[in-house]
């Protein structure tokens, strides 16, 4: 499992006070939203919030793509990787 | 366009003033038209002398006085007929000082289709009647242009394109006399001449013959002001398209059908607040008559305030109604006054300010909610003057930017911003989270409802029934984990405004176990608020809509 990985369930549980959970109970490629972890639309937005400040990437809110950037911890992974990168 | 300006000098009996104007005059090196008014016989010798003198003076002789509309235009039809493609008018008797030719001059070459004229800065020699009678000719003016783009229409000091002028002067007519200079400008005006002004010194010298004949020439200039302002409603439409170079906030896309508006707002601006008031009867009158959606939703509102106890003289019936619908109006005149800046401190009590100006020095802003009860608009320009607190307006509009455009435009200070929502998202959550962090305020009215159908809606209880309130303002004041606080501003009997603000919540959090509960619970907190205010203040409730009908409406008309 890669760091940025690691960084995000982290960031995730951290920005979302998901209690009881710990990274190692977020599979990779688990859904985040709706089943798998269950979250919901104002997750996306705080979790969009602090992937932005924290990575320094703008979303814009029409794009489409956003909801495959988000589906999951590996989906986000490639999305952060691929602006760090440019 | 070529530039080849020559002087045209009309003269009704002035030759002993234009000796001296023409020395002046010499010093520009251009050639000079000079058109005897049919100036009596001794006059009229005495200018054959100087032409004779001065090879670059040319004299044309109207055989009778015509008045010095006729002498001009004769004067700038043999100008044209020489080929010269400009003409600057300067009066005989001294009034203007050849000294501002140059820079004239300069402002034509500059602009070669637009009219340049002096506007007078006037000396301590006016007589005050002829002062008081040029304003209101000013205030005709405006009226007639719907524009202040007109600084000055009395001077006959200018620099006249011959084209657009001469072929204006093939179709309508203008007035001859004294009511000349006014109407030939307005014309101009009208017909896309752009009019520019050049600051110019007028002298009346002692002892000056002036020819301005009271009673005849006020009823001239009375006669033309008529015409003008029947010209200008008959324009209206192409007035109000902005085909000229307006500079005014009405002149925007949006502006769309509530001209009339408008129109009361000049009159408001030309008048005051007293006369604009009066007008406002007729018109919400009109708009009582043939509104039949607004007049319903008034009274279904009314009844439900009256049925709890609200603050109503009686039961609601037509006169209640119609009075309801005039505070929307006058809200409407306000807000537009605001917008100009003309509303201020002493319009407004600002009650427990101290609140913001704590929450400010924390150094973490606020999310304030508000709504459409009360005229909150009229803080925007309260905000800039109290030390610098910084209120942005969320709003769903995609006109956002129009609107700050126009604010600013009337408002240089405006220290808010508007900040359009209606795509939310990640990205404008952050620019919030950035203006809390700096200490700013961020305005939100959470009693309409967005257009949209993927909004998230609640129910709370509201005057008696369940009414639906939109989700999204608690939903962002919780992202944006900072305090929250309720604001209005209403109307008091005595004419100002007051400004009252309250905590709403320390936080607002949405816990993920509980989360439509705790949404449900900080949406019926802020229905009971908004309650007391209905309560309160009825007649300044501005959703003009079912409110109990759960569709969305946050495009209603506000004022």
């Given at each position: 499992m890669s760091d940025l990985a690691q960084e995000i369930k982290e960031l995730i549980i951290d920005c979302l006070d998901l209690?009881?959970?710990?990274?190692?109970?977020?599979?990779?490629?688990?859904?985040?939203?709706?089943?798998?972890?269950?979250?919901?639309s104002i997750d996306a937005l705080e979790l969009g919030m602090n992937i932005q400040k924290k990575y320094n990437i703008k979303l814009d809110?029409?794009?489409?793509?956003n909801k495959e950037h988000f589906a999951s911890v590996s989906a986000l992974r490639r999305f952060i990787e691929s602006h760090q990168a440019g | 366009m070529a530039f080849r300006p020559c002087l045209v000098v009309p003269c009704y009996n002035h030759s002993r003033q234009l000796r001296d104007t023409l020395a002046a005059l010499a010093a520009t090196g251009l050639p000079c038209l000079l058109v005897d008014?049919?100036?009596?016989s001794d006059n009229a010798r005495a200018l054959e002398a100087l032409a004779d003198e001065h090879d670059w003076l040319e004299l044309a002789r109207l055989q009778r006085n015509r008045g010095k509309g006729v002498a001009v235009i004769h004067g700038m039809r043999l100008a044209a007929s020489r080929g010269y493609t400009h003409a600057l008018q300067i009066d005989a008797?001294?009034?203007?000082?050849?000294?501002?030719i140059p820079a004239l001059l300069e402002a034509a070459r500059a602009e070669p289709e637009a009219l340049i004229s002096g506007r007078p800065r006037y000396?301590?020699?006016?007589?005050r009647a002829r002062l008081y009678g040029r304003y209101l000719t000013h205030a005709m003016v405006w009226l007639q242009t719907?524009?202040?783009?007109?600084?000055?229409?009395?001077?006959?000091?200018r620099v006249y394109p011959l084209a657009p002028t001469l072929a204006l002067l093939e179709r309508s007519r203008v007035g001859r006399r004294m009511d000349f200079d006014t109407e030939i400008m307005v014309r101009l005006y009208w017909q896309g001449t752009p009019v520019r002004f050049v600051d110019t010194r007028v002298v009346y010298p002692p002892g000056g013959v002036s020819h301005f004949a009271v009673l005849a020439d006020n009823l001239r200039i009375t006669a033309m002001h008529t015409r003008l302002v029947l010209g200008m409603l008959w324009r209206l439409p192409r007035l109000l398209r902005g085909r000229h170079d307006v500079q005014h906030?009405?002149?925007?896309?949006?502006?769309?059908?509530w001209w009339a508006l408008w129109l009361v707002f000049q009159i408001y601006r030309l008048l005051g607040s007293r006369v604009i008031k009066l007008l406002l009867y007729p018109m919400i009158g009109y708009f009582f008559l043939t509104n039949r959606e607004a007049r319903q939703t008034s009274r279904d509102f009314l009844q439900r305030v009256h049925e709890q106890?609200?603050?109503?003289?009686?039961?609601?019936?037509n006169r209640l109604v119609y009075r309801h619908l005039y505070s929307f109006g006058d809200a409407i005149v306000d807000r537009l006054a605001c917008w100009q800046g003309r509303l201020r401190h002493e319009h407004m009590r600002f009650h427990n300010q101290r609140l913001l100006l704590d929450q400010r020095d924390s150094g973490q802003g606020a999310v304030i909610l508000t709504s459409h009860?009360?005229?909150?608009?009229?803080t925007r320009g309260l905000m800039t003057d109290i030390e610098f607190i910084k209120l942005n307006a969320l709003v769903y509009t995609r006109n956002a930017a129009h609107i700050n455009d126009i604010i600013r435009r009337n408002?240089?200070?405006?220290g808010s911003d508007i900040i359009d929502i209606?795509?939310?998202g990640p990205q404008t959550a952050l620019v919030l989270d950035e203006k809390i962090r700096r200490a700013e305020f961020i305005a939100i009215a959470a009693d309409r409802t967005p257009p949209g159908q993927q909004s998230r809606l609640m129910p709370a209880r509201f005057l008696g029934e369940e009414a639906l309130f939109p989700a999204g303002p608690f939903i962002v004041a919780s992202l944006l984990h900072c305090p929250v606080y309720f604001m209005s501003c209403i109307k008091h009997d005595d004419g100002i405004y007051d400004i009252e603000v309250k905590p709403f919540a320390e936080r607002i959090n949405l816990s993920r176990a509980r989360r439509e509960a705790d949404l449900a619970g900080w949406i019926q907190q802020y229905a009971d608020e908004l309650q007391q205010l209905a309560l309160r203040?009825?007649?300044?409730?501005?959703?003009?809509?079912?409110?109990?009908?759960?569709?969305?409406?946050?495009?209603a008309p506000e004022p």
């Open positions: 209690e009881d959970i710990t990274p190692d109970d977020i599979g990779d490629d688990d859904p985040l939203f709706v089943d798998g972890l269950g979250l919901d809110a029409n794009d489409e793509a | 008014d049919g100036s009596d008797d001294g009034q203007h000082d050849p000294a501002d000396g301590d020699d006016i007589p719907l524009s202040f783009s007109i600084k000055d229409s009395m001077c006959g000091f906030w009405s002149h925007q896309p949006e502006r769309g059908s106890g609200g603050a109503l003289p009686r039961a609601p019936d009860l009360g005229n909150m608009e009229m408002n240089p200070r405006a209606a795509h939310f203040a009825p007649l300044q409730w501005f959703n003009f809509y079912d409110f109990w009908a759960g569709t969305g409406h946050e495009e």
